[in-house]
Nanobody
């Protein structure tokens, strides 16, 4: 099995910064694309940022220039550096990873439980 755990959420004032972490563990052979999603209360889950196994990244227009996604393949981890946070960034942030697991010998999508980010004065 594969487990995904996010951390780093919290309460921050507008204009502040947070760094989210996503750690994968378990029967991992290879982690391919990793993504951060968010879901605000009463809204649909939306894709925030993507990073491929080779390190190429892309962002939603709403966060471009403020958020940076990165990964450490040696640690099976991804990160989301969030700067110049706005109240509209308030949401539960979820990590998603495409993982080839040895336990299933197949490629599957895995999700974490989410971490709350609240931007408020």
């Amino acid at each position: 099995q594969v487990q995904i755990v996010e951390s780093g959420g919290g309460l921050v004032q507008p204009g502040g910064s947070l760094r989210l972490s996503c750690a994968a563990s378990g029967s991992i052979v290879t982690i391919y694309t990793m993504r951060w999603y968010r879901q605000a209360q009463g809204k649909q889950r939306e894709l925030v940022a993507t990073i491929t196994g080779g390190g190429s990244s892309s962002y939603a227009d709403s966060v471009k220039g403020r958020f940076t996604i990165s990964r450490d393949n040696a640690k099976n981890s991804a990160y989301l550096q969030m700067n110049t946070l706005k109240p509209e960034d308030t949401a539960v942030y979820y990590c998603n990873a495409a993982v080839h697991a040895s336990s299933t010998d197949s490629l599957s999508q895995y999700w974490g439980q989410g971490t709350q980010v609240t931007v408020s004065s």
